[in-house]
């Protein structure tokens, strides 16, 4: 007995395969590669029909799920973990990641608290 998304996957690489041209148009030549849009569809429809709450959880379903793995396509079911993560936003380790959870000092001077916002903010009901 197959399982239910053999017949899917074959529907999706049909439609995809006829929606290519159109991806093609849309994206530039020039620049850093982008993520297969047929990757992300696939993805979508793996997160609407398993129900995966979040991108963070289907990332997570795609790292160690090999029937996610395969719906998606990827080539090798095995690939390195790190070259899978589309969400994943490159941030220094130290210096700028802590930079970026405090005001900066212009901005610190624009939220220093004066008396008037103390007032405003902190009057006897």
Known sequence: MDHPLRPIRKMVDEILREMS???L???SPVGR???APQRLLRSLLLQIFY???SERMLIEQLKYNLLFRWFVGMENLFERRDKLDC???HVPRYGAARAHNRPGPSRAARIRPTKE???SFHHDR
Request: aromatic share 12%.
């Open 21 to 23: 041209p159109e991806f």
């Open 33 to 35: 590669p982008s993520i």
């Open 51 to 53: 129900s995966v709450r």
């Open 87 to 89: 969400t994943k936003k």
């Open 117 to 119: 916002t103390q007032h």
């Open 25 to 27: 148009k849309l994206y």
